[in-house]
């Protein structure tokens, strides 16, 4: 019996002990956030009243907490509501506005995309216009965050735009009222052919479960019994969609995803709670490296439960979780409040990151991720995102391709087309001609394009060193000679991508004719990932293969 009462007075002192040396260590904490903000309120005191010239304040202070902010994690951000339409547009995919996409080229604002039946489309504006003037205030020269500014404002409120078809044209002006602009997180979406039904989702904005349920009805009602998922590209957005999204395909009472913060204490479980209204729907969902968040929770939820295959490339790994508070004068903090496990009890965060400045962001190296399993028993793991269970990627851009597009090669033949051809046929029947294609390379070859960009530069440099170490002269026809056969080139580096320049001016003149909608149609057409998920599903031995639960 003494043993025993010696035995639990040593625990109630080691209990104590281990509770004072807490309560010490959170006594600590909380002197030194006391110290360390009273030394800053000092510091900043003594920098106002001493300093030999006046003091930005709000952008010196907004630096400092951007600054003490970004050595947490790149999601912990404060948001001044100043800056909360931009805020509610990525959340929310609303604002007010006339309803465009702008984009700067050398001093000038142009339109790079006009909404269908928004302001601007009904007052006339079309693709590639250059905005000139809002009211009284110019935008030559000005920041694309600068121009919108200006176009946004107050639903009801009017501007008049002073702009010009092209930079050689005339100016005009009209009046545009500014509305509440809504952008449909689902960019397209339709039937592939008689069975298989496609949607693209572009963000996880709110309320977009309800547009995915829209288009998974409508598209049952012309009779798909297949789907195509594409989150490619899709950066995340709200957990709730993500989770009703799940729904449609999961049945009732299945656990989706989880929440743990601090210690691992569990926050939240997040279930489906309806029944669902495709649950035997076959599946392919598409993921690539731009895939995040929410897109992760969808696609690794379904993966872990293999109620679809996943296809692409291995996702981007954003495993942490955001909320919201309110800061003083109607400013918000976003901040990561925890990480999300999916159903096989995986966490796919990839970098880890620490407030310790001393650590560095670093990713989770694939020798240190730990081995789960699906509902099947197929192995997957954490750390690094969602890798698909089919890898698959359409061709980069590079190149000449590249060079042309940034070069706006393409968008400019496509605003001349769309001049010279103002009625466009239907949809489905537009197509480009060999004659188009030759008409682009006409032009291309007779403008100032540089070829071989990074050549060019190269030899240029080599000119400069050349004459600077006096070996100009002596090297001059062989440096002429190598630029002259670049340029004999140019006509059949054109010719060997004919196939891929077609693809992109056809998206490109489809987006003038019909919108987002129609630039989507197009761009699916070549699209070898989904070509290869349409052979998955004709496939079906195949397909059901890969969900299966592995031989033993």
Partial sequence: MKKIIIALCLLVVATTAIHAKNSEAIDNHYFSVAENLSIFNSLFKQLNIHYVD???????????????????????VYIPTNEEENFNLMTKGEYAGIGTVISKRGKYIMANEVYKDMPADKAGIKNGYVFIKVDDTSLIDVT????????????????????????????????????????????????????????????????????VKKALLDLRSKGMQNLIFDLRNNPGGYLTDAVDICNFFMKKDEVVVTTKGKNGEVLSVYKTDKEPIALNLPMVVLVN?????????????????????????????????????????????????????????????????????????????????????????????DGRGITPDIASQNDSIKGLLFHLLEQYKISDFALNYVKENPTAPAMEQFELTNNDFVAFKNMVLQSNFKFNSYSQDIIVKLVEMTKLEECYDANKALIDSLQANLKQQNAPALDSIQT?????????????????????????????????????????KRYESILAQPQK
Avoid at 150 to 178: F, H, P, S, W
Wanted: with cysteine; glycine share 6%.
């Fill in 500 to 540: 891929q320049i077609t693809q992109y001016l056809t998206a490109e003149i489809a987006k003038h004719y019909y919108y987002q909608w129609g630039e989507m149609y197009h761009i699916l057409k070549t699209d070898k990932v989904v070509k290869e998920a349409l052979t998955l599903f004709a496939d079906k």
């Fill in 144 to 211: 694309t965050q600068k121009a919108s500014e200006l176009l946004r404002g107050t639903a009801g409120t009017k501007l008049t735009l002073t702009y010009k078809t092209d930079t050689l044209a005339n100016e005009q002006t009209v009046d545009i009222v500014r509305e509440h602009i809504y952008i449909n997180p689902i960019r397209y979406y339709g039937m592939l052919n008689d069975s298989v039904g496609y949607i693209f989702l572009s963000n996880f904005t709110q309320n977009c479960a309800d547009e």
């Fill in 289 to 381: 490296e731009h895939s995040a968040s929410a897109s992760e929770i969808v696609s690794g939820a379904l993966q872990d439960t293999d109620r679809s295959v996943i296809m692409g490339e291995r996702t981007y790994g954003k495993g942490l979780v955001q909320s919201t508070f309110p800061v003083a004068f109607d400013g918000q903090l976003k901040v990561t409040i925890a990480k999300y496990y999916i159903p096989s009890g995986r966490c796919i965060q990839a970098i880890k990151y620490s407030p310790d400045p001393k650590q560095s962001p670093s990713y989770i190296p694939d020798s240190l991720t730990t081995q789960f399993k699906t509902r099947n028993g197929r192995i997957v793991r």
């Fill in 54 to 76: 006046s003091i930005p304040v709000t952008d010196v202070m907004q630096k400092g907490i951007n600054g003490m902010l970004n050595a947490i994690d790149p999601y912990t």
